[in-house]
């Protein structure tokens, strides 16, 4: 670990048969504060530089992800904090179908599925999209898979576009690298793939989606891909059959029902029969707008000292956030003709999304 991936200074003492010893003196530091990115020196006598360059080879090939299988999930770029797999599945309130649809597809992969692709010599890679408008649960449905896929044993490499290499082909390649060489079924969670989709390394992740260059690990890798930005799919995977096997949409909320489950939820112990007159407007948003709703209701009320959220206070909140949306978006939609953001480029997200 010392050559790899910790920052310090370190002597190196050296002795070889029969010949003369030697000692190097190593040292290595951070760029900056935020990136792991680690940059190091060696002084090493002239005439060892061989013997040197072999033991930093040995000491880059001990590291190189070879996975045990763990009780959390494998980070690939990002900070450590970032992926938290403690969703459960049922705290996503979604239509039944789309759920029990999900969750067999992986379990068939793993179970039965692994076994047939090899039968018919393809490996074992599966690839599912989900598919839906910023805030609908997407997040949370890769958090809560992870969470059964490690309770059942498999490994889960997750790839995260936060940190300053953004989406780079290099993190999905040392995903790779880390699926095929852990010795476990892997579930490979790879968030807002299209901005993968969009820089100068797409053909060579269109690559690994063909199964040019997928990877092969004969216990099975499930690859659960996420996006909002339905034009990208449009475009470059779906008029290929084959790039992904599956697509989901995760939709907003579909129907009344829906909508009353969800506000329960978020309303908690302060939920009662009045709050449903808001129900009507939360008919097509997503999960992640009545989640901002309820809180802003329910920390006004307290704010206030109130011991309940009365139905004014929740239609308000419901108000207030459908007015800062409509601004929102009308200030970007502003924005544009004077030349401030490229016309492909993704609008801002909203804050709830
Ligand atoms: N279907 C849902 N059931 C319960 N809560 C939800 C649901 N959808 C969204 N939420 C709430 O909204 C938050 C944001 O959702 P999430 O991050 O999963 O959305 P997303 O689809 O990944 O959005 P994005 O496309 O912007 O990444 C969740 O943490 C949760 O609190
Ligand atoms: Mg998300």
Redesign the pocket.
């Known amino acids: 670990m010392v050559l790899t991936a910790s920052a310090g200074a370190f002597a190196f003492k050296f002795s070889e048969d029969g010949g003369d010893a030697f000692e190097a003196i190593y040292a290595s530091a951070y760029f900056s504060d935020d990136v792991q990115d680690l940059t190091a020196v060696a002084l090493v006598p002239a005439n060892k530089l061989e013997g040197w360059a072999a033991f930093e080879f040995a000491c880059a090939r001990a590291v190189r992800p070879r996975i045990r299988r763990r009780r959390d999930v494998y980070i690939i770029g990002g900070t450590d904090a970032f992926f938290d797999p403690t969703v459960d599945w049922d705290?996503?309130?979604?239509a039944d179908d789309i759920k029990a649809r999900l969750l067999d597809d992986m379990e068939a992969f793993f179970t039965k599925g692994v076994g047939i692709y090899r039968q018919l010599k393809l490996p074992p890679f599966r690839k599912l999209l989900?598919a839906?408008?910023?805030?609908?649960?997407?997040?949370?449905?890769?958090a809560a898979m992870a969470k059964i896929a490690i309770s059942k044993g498999r490994v889960v490499v997750y790839v995260s576009g936060a940190d300053r290499d953004g989406a780079s082909f290099e993190k999905i390649q040392r995903a790779l690298q880390a699926v095929t060489a852990a010795r476990y079924p892997v579930l490979l969670i790879v968030?807002?793939l299209d901005a993968y989709l969009q820089g100068d390394d797409k053909a060579r992740v269109l690559n690994v989606l063909d199964g040019i260059e997928s990877p092969n690990n004969p216990k099975g890798a499930l690859l659960l891909a996420?996006?909002?930005y339905p034009e990208a799919i449009d475009e470059r995977i779906s008029k290929r059959p084959g790039r992904l096997d599956r697509i989901f949409v995760?939709p907003t909320i579909q129907d009344e029902a829906q909508a009353v489950e969800?506000l329960k939820?978020?309303m908690g112990e302060q939920w009662h029969e009045g709050h449903n007159v808001v129900v009507p407007d939360l008919i097509d948003q997503?999960?992640?707008f009545?989640?901002e709703v309820a809180l802003h209701a329910r920390m006004l009320a307290a704010h206030e000292h109130k011991t309940e959220v009365t139905p004014e206070l929740l239609t308000q909140s419901v108000e207030s956030l459908l007015r800062q949306m409509r601004s929102e978006r009308d200030f970007l939609t502003q924005r544009r003709p004077i030349g401030l953001i490229s016309p492909n480029k993704k609008p801002n997200?909203t804050p709830?999304?």
């Open positions: 705290d996503i309130i979604l989900l839906g408008v910023p805030g609908t649960g997407k997040t949370m449905l890769c968030e807002e996420t996006t909002n995760i969800m939820h978020y997503p999960g992640a009545v989640r997200k709830f999304g």
